[in-house]
């Protein structure tokens, strides 16, 4: 890379190699230079160089050395060697990573430059310290373009050496002026501002970051703990069970108090359902429950963590003791004795339905919905005051009636599902007209994306209310959107016949039995329809047909007929 810019910033001229003494700020800031060494599978990857930005250990080098790496090891001015903790930040593109040492390590190191380098002024290289015989490279600023956030990149108007790379350009003050870079044109290198390799972050959407992906080090979590959770969110739904947990557990040591990070790690460790993760997972809701300011949204958290957990398990198998619906029931409990919430009434009635403790259920939802009244909730109490026993099916119409009123005509397409369940509801409790209502109001919404078995459906509230040439389009729009369904045919025929429409329900049993030939249904009205038309002897055959294939109508039927 040799220029990226949108400006020139200065010209000039001059270059300086020399082995004498540096001036005192410039020799002291020496030692914030360090050499690196990178490893992939224990196997020596790259060595370079780079330097402290930061008395808390966070350094600076080319991204290269670090791209493919799963360790690397930082040797100080001092020789002290120190690992590579965290990578901070990366950009392939302009060959750049910040990294941080293990906390608590106090390091020498270079202060960002508080002004730009002035024309005529002179800048150092400084190479790693260590070198007994170090080449001091001075010169000047040939050219300044401008990059992202403000940042500059450097042409300068010297040569430089691949063990120059990713040294420091100083002032003479001491203070990091930018990072030497690869490459070199005749006699001239080029730099990076330290600005831009300084600003350099992790995101919460780092996680798909590509250049970051390409090291195989532990990154950093965003600034912030908000946004380090919306990282761990994202991480979720990306990294695999062992990455996501060591996420888990660097978040817990970065936040310890945040009462988010224990309720996390409780869920993934749920999911194991292994003795060790049970008891690891039940350790962490009691620390959720001792970092949380809020008690009550603890206690619930909980609780829908259980909830969730009993209701992932596979079917017919039962949570260990202490792990039951009861125990997310004691959670909920302790919830709503601190708050009263609907999301709590909500919650309880989602746990006693998956018990099918169906009264119960009602009653909370009830209360739900009486503290904040949503469709959802009016639609949850329907479901669980109809599976329970003795229940007027107008109780439940009533319920579903509160969930539509929610919405305000014309109905949004999310009220859909309410109103097709309404019409589901009322067909049951004999209120054809006013499903066949609902049906039409469904359709609307749903447009061209309803389905035949929704014509089929609606056909037969239509031919309970004696809407017939309703139901008989229906029948038509049904076979057309499935031409192949043996019992849509068969629906089809029986519409026809109960109209006496019987030459029309002939070819519609016919393709039903052409499609299917093991449809007793439709051998037995088509063997029906037969021996009315006074064609008793195909009519007969195929009544037998169908008493063969286990119709005990049309047994029923021979009998009467052969009499």
């Known amino acids: 890379m040799k220029s990226i810019g949108l400006f020139l910033f200065a010209t000039l001229i001059t270059i300086t190699t020399f082995a ?50 799963d360790k690397a090891v930082v040797i100080a001015a001092d020789g002290k060697e120190y690992p590579v903790e965290l990578i901070q930040g990366a950009n392939e593109l302009y060959d750049v990573v910040k990294f941080s040492i293990q906390k608590g390590k106090k390091m020498p190191y270079l202060t960002k430059a508080r002004r730009m380098p002035a024309i005529n002024e002179t800048i150092y290289v400084l190479p790693y310290a260590t070198q007994k015989s170090p080449t001091n490279i001075n010169g000047k ?211 006693h339905f998956a018990e099918k403790q169906y009264p119960e259920a009602t009653v909370a939802y009830e209360k739900a919905a009486r503290l904040q009244p949503s469709a959802a909730v009016y639609y949850a109490a329907a479901r669980s005051k109809e599976l329970t026993e003795g229940t007027n099916r107008k109780e439940v119409v009533a319920l579903l009636d509160s969930a539509v009123a929610q919405y305000v005509t014309p109905y949004p397409l999310e009220a859909a599902t309410y109103i097709y369940e309404r019409a589901r509801v009322k067909n049951d409790a004999e209120m054809y007209r006013e499903a066949v209502a609902d049906y039409n109001t469904f359709q609307q919404l749903a447009g061209d994306k309803v389905t035949a078995q929704f014509y089929l459906t609606r056909a037969q509230a239509e031919m309970k209310c004696r809407m017939y040439a309703q139901a008989v389009a229906d029948m038509e729009k049904a076979v057309t959107l499935a031409p192949a369904d043996s019992d849509a045919w068969t629906e089809k025929g029986s519409v026809h016949l109960r109209v006496n429409q019987r030459e029309e329900a002939i070819k519609s049993l016919e393709k039903a039995i052409a499609l299917d030939n093991k449809n007793a249904t439709a051998y037995r009205m088509l063997g029906y329809i037969q021996v009315e038309n006074k064609q008793k002897t195909q009519g007969i055959s195929n009544l037998q047909r169908a008493s063969e294939l286990g119709d005990n109508v049309a047994t029923d039927l021979l009998k009467k007929y052969n009499n």
Not at 30 to 51: E, H, P, Q
Not at 143 to 163: C, I, N, V
Not at 198 to 225: C, M, R
Not at 253 to 263: F, I
Request: proline letters at 3%; hydrophobic letters at 40%; one cysteine or more.
């Open 20 to 69: 004498q003494g540096l001036p005192k700020p410039v020799e002291k800031a020496r030692k914030a230079v360090f050499s690196i060494v990178t490893y992939k599978d224990n196997k020596l990857l790259n060595s370079g160089n780079g330097f402290f930005i930061s008395e808390d250990g966070v350094g600076v080098s080319d991204y290269g050395l670090f791209k493919g790496a």
């Open 141 to 351: 600023i040939a050219k300044a373009d401008s990059l992202p956030q403000g940042s500059l990149y450097y042409t300068l108007d010297f040569a430089s050496t691949e063990k120059d790379v990713s040294c420091p350009i100083v002032n003479a003050e001491g203070e990091v002026t930018a990072l030497l870079q690869k490459g070199n044109s005749g006699n001239q290198s080029f730099a990076i501002g330290i600005g831009y390799a300084e600003n350099l972050t992790i995101t919460p959407l780092s996680i798909n970051d590509v250049s970051l992906n390409n090291i195989h080090i532990a990154k950093a979590f965003p600034n912030t703990e908000d946004q380090a959770l919306v990282y761990l969110y994202l991480a979720s739904t990306t990294v695999d069970d062992t990455a996501y947990l060591q996420l888990l557990n660097r978040f817990i040591a970065t936040y310890p108090q945040s009462s988010e990070g224990y309720l996390r790690r409780a869920t993934h460790l749920l999911s194991k359902q292994t003795a060790t993760s049970l008891s690891s997972a039940e350790a962490d809701l009691k620390k959720v429950l001792e970092t949380a300011d809020n008690k009550a949204d603890a206690y619930y958290d909980c609780a829908r963590v259980i909830y969730n957990y009993n209701m992932a398990l596979e079917e017919n198998k039962k949570a260990p003791e202490g792990w039951e619906m009861s125990k997310a029931q004691d959670f909920l409990r302790n919830a709503i004795a601190g708050k009263e919430l609907a999301v709590y009434h909500q919650l309880q009635g989602d746990i």
